[in-house]
T-cell receptor, first 115, second 114 residues
Framework: DSGVTQTPKHLITATGQRVTLRCSPR?????VYWYQQSLDQGLQFLIQ???????AKGNILERFSAQQFPDLHSELNLSSLELGDSALYFC??????????????FGPGTRLTVL | AQTVTQSQPEMSVQEAETVTLSCTYD???????LFWYKQPPSRQMILVIR??????QNATENRFSVNFQKAAKSFSLKISDSQLGDAAMYFC???????????FGTGTSLTVIP
C-alpha cells in the first residue's frame, strides 16, 4: 500500500457526461500528479499541483481540469466525455515539488469506461 | 502516438550478472530529458538515473548506467551485478525541456533469479 488513495475504483459512464476522480495523497506529501494510461499505452502525465497551486502541465485536454484543495486532496474533472477517454487514471504524490526527480507514490488508479 | 517504446515486457537476469533494458523514443526536439524509473510492488516510482540530451557523456549511478544514442533515439539501461532487490518494473520516460510533455513507456518487468 503506497498510502495514496483514489476513488472510485471503477467508473462507467456515457459519452457527453462529466465525472470527478478523487485522490488523497500520502500524509505529508505536498505534490499531487495525475496520469492517464490508455490501453496498451504508457503513462502520460496530465498535471501537477504543489501545495494548492498548479506547478506543471502536461498533455491535458481542455475538457479536463484539476484542483488541489487546502487539505491537499485533489480532484480531476473530466467533462464532455468521449469514448477515447476510457483509460486508467492514476494519481501520485511526492513530498516536495522536486518533480520529476522526487520519488512519486502511486495510487491504485481509477478505471474509467465511457460507453 | 507512442512517444516512448519499451519493447521488452519482461526480462530476467541471474543474480550478480548484467542485464540491459531497451528504450527508444520519438521526438523532434534537440534538447530534452530522459529517465529510468524503478517501480517495486509498493507502487513507488523511484528515479534510477537521468540523462540530459545535450550531454554526450552517458550517465552512471553506481551499478546503473545508460547507453544514450541520440541519433538513434535510443536510451538503454544497464544494470551490473544484479541484486535481488533490483527486481521491479522499470519505466523509461521522456520529458520535454519545458516540462509540458512527459511520457512513460509501458515498462519492463525485471526478474532476478537467485
Amino acid at each position: 500500500d503506497s498510502g495514496v488513495t483514489q476513488t472510485p475504483k471503477h467508473l462507467i459512464t456515457a459519452t457527453g457526461q462529466r465525472v470527478t476522480l478523487r485522490c488523497s495523497p500520502r500524509s505529508g506529501d505536498l505534490s499531487v500528479y495525475w496520469y492517464q494510461q490508455s490501453l496498451d499505452q504508457g503513462l502520460q502525465f496530465l498535471i501537477q499541483y504543489y501545495n494548492g497551486e498548479e506547478r506543471a502541465k502536461g498533455n491535458i485536454l481542455e475538457r479536463f481540469s484539476a484542483q488541489q484543495f487546502p487539505d491537499l486532496h485533489s480532484e480531476l474533472n473530466l467533462s464532455s466525455l468521449e469514448l477515447g477517454d476510457s483509460a486508467l487514471y492514476f494519481c501520485a504524490s511526492s513530498r516536495t515539488s522536486g518533480w520529476p526527480t522526487d520519488t512519486q507514490y502511486f495510487g491504485p488508479g481509477t478505471r474509467l469506461t465511457v460507453l | 502516438a507512442q512517444t516512448v517504446t519499451q519493447s521488452q515486457p519482461e526480462m530476467s537476469v541471474q543474480e550478480a550478472e548484467t542485464v540491459t533494458l531497451s528504450c527508444t523514443y520519438d521526438t523532434s526536439e534537440s534538447d530534452y530529458y530522459l529517465f529510468w524509473y524503478k517501480q517495486p510492488p509498493s507502487r513507488q516510482m523511484i528515479l534510477v538515473i537521468r540523462q540530459e540530451a545535450y550531454k554526450q557523456q552517458n550517465a552512471t549511478e553506481n551499478r546503473f548506467s545508460v547507453n544514450f544514442q541520440k541519433a538513434a533515439k535510443s536510451f538503454s539501461l544497464k544494470i551490473s551485478d544484479s541484486q535481488l532487490g533490483d527486481a521491479a518494473m522499470y519505466f523509461c520516460a521522456y520529458r520535454s525541456l519545458n516540462g509540458n510533455q512527459f511520457y512513460f513507456g509501458t515498462g519492463t518487468s525485471l526478474t532476478v533469479i537467485p
